[in-house]
């Protein structure tokens, strides 16, 4: 499987690249340039010892001799380059002294110094070949003083030099490309900021990304995105607007058709008409249940144009007003609605609107579940971080497989015989997760039953 590509991997492959390409190139520069100066100071010293043992040729009695001492010769063979072969060649190329099977020189000479590249002894040797002017009778002419050295250690030599220029430049390379590394994630360290503030974002968050502190390179990345915000709010608006006007428009007749119902009850004494209305009524009932809530949904979700504004409220207070209100349909259905918190000035910042319709629909799921001649409690508690507003009750409670679903829009549990339309819980995650809170379900007290918990953050 193939790595992910990623700028930084990119951008680093195509700078990395030119630069050992200009190091390969640097490095045959660089050879070729150490070998000329090795070869140049190496030359200059065979040329030196060229020129000593030619300052030793005489001539005496008409014949040419070399006046080397043994010290010398010593010195020449202990050289730490490496030793050193002579020969010296008379007018008429007979042999003077030294090494007779050195290779001979070109024919013919073209200058006084002549350097050139042989075989000596099966290894490859440098030799310069000197030519100095004798004059003695029959002997006048020219004296031919040959030198050679094996090429083995200017060779080492020359990659010893080239080693030492390579390594600084390895490692100005590689510092290169640490610092290229660091300069890369630098660089595209806005878009790791872009990339965290969308992770970060709720769904219901479809405000405009911030571009203040983008590059220009990015700028029109956000812009697209921004754009693309935009219309998903617009098609989210219009969705909702489209749902509260259809519910406001079905409000009217289905409220008509309830009240023209409820009369023709009063009217029919008995008989299967009677039945039919009293299910008519109890439809009518449902319908408009389904109605507001679907208002209430419209009016939760992200993206609504409601007027309602946040604010501190005292939770304590709303919670009260509002299970208040509840209790006579509790008591219709003998069922123990009680509210309990041992907090005092908890305050929150909400909309009290959405709020209230919040808690409207978890009282709804307790008081429609709970069989008759149970319990339904509010709590209200808090701790360092959160205020949590929970709702428990002790009727049949919620399988956990379907615990995850149940605020799923429309879903409703099989097998409970209570009618509903299964939003009321969609409202309450709608409206929890717009003021920042989480939504928890599990057990009531004791393993039976339900609670539902509504952690809000602590604002002050």
Excluded at 4 to 30: E, K, M
Excluded at 69 to 74: L, S, Y
């Amino acid at each position: 499987m193939s790595r992910p590509r990623t700028l930084r991997r990119q951008l680093l492959t195509w700078l990395a690249g030119p630069l050992i390409v200009l190091w390969s190139i640097s490095t045959l520069v660089d050879y070729d340039i150490a070998n000329r100066f090795v070869n140049l100071a190496y030359d200059r010293a065979l040329l030196e010892s060229a020129l000593d043992i030619g300052r030793q040729v005489k001539v005496l009695n008409d014949r040419i001799y070399v006046d080397l001492p043994e010290v010398a010769i010593q010195m020449l063979q202990s050289r730490e380059s490496g030793r050193v072969y002579y020969l010296v060649t008379g007018p008429r190329n007979e042999f003077i002294t030294g090494d007779p099977d050195l290779p001979p020189p070109p024919d013919p000479l073209s200058a006084k110094i002549n350097y050139y590249d042989d075989e000596y002894q099966g290894k490859p040797v440098r030799i310069v070949a000197l030519q100095l002017p004798v004059e003695s009778g029959k002997n006048q002419g020219l004296v031919t003083v040959l030198v050679a050295e094996n090429r083995v250690a200017r060779t080492e030599f020359a990659r010893l030099i080239l080693l030492r220029m390579m390594l600084p430049q390895a490692l100005l390379i590689l510092l290169a490309a640490v610092l290229l590394w660091y300069a890369v994630g630098r660089g595209l360290a806005p878009l790791s900021t872009l990339r965290k503030e969308i992770e970060s974002r709720s769904h219901r968050d479809l405000s405009a990304l911030p571009e203040e502190q983008a590059p220009q390179e990015v700028r029109p990345l956000i812009r697209a995105m921004n754009d693309l915000l935009q219309r998903l709010s617009g098609t989210l608006a219009a969705q909702q607007r489209f749902i509260a006007d259809a519910a406001h428009q079905l409000r009217t007749p289905v409220a008509g058709i309830k009240t023209q119902t409820e009369l023709a009850l009063r009217q029919s004494p008995s008989g299967e008409a009677r039945a039919t209305l009293h299910q008519l009524h109890t439809a009518t009932e449902q319908i408009t249940r389904l109605i507001n809530q679907l208002l209430s949904l419209a009016r939760a979700e992200p993206g609504t144009e409601r007027a309602h504004t946040t604010e501190q409220l005292d939770l304590n207070k709303l919670v009260r007003e509002a299970t208040t209100e509840w209790v006579p349909r509790a008591l219709a259905r003998n069922i123990d609605l009680g509210f309990d918190s041992s907090q005092d000035g908890v305050t929150i910042e909400g909309d009290a609107f959405l709020l209230r319709e919040m808690l409207n629909n978890l009282l709804d799921n307790a008081v429609r579940y709970t069989q008759p001649g149970g319990q339904v409690t509010v709590h209200i508690a808090q701790d360092a971080g959160n205020i949590a507003l929970s709702v428990e009750d002790n009727g049949p409670g919620i399988p956990e497989s379907e615990r995850e679903r149940v605020f799923e829009r429309f879903y409703r549990v099989l097998g409970t015989g209570v009618e509903g339309c299964g939003l009321g819980l969609a409202i309450v995650r709608e409206i929890a997760q717009r003021h920042g809170a989480e939504v928890s379900l599990g057990h009531g007290a004791g393993g039976s039953g339900t609670i539902i918990r509504v952690a809000f953050p602590k604002t002050i």
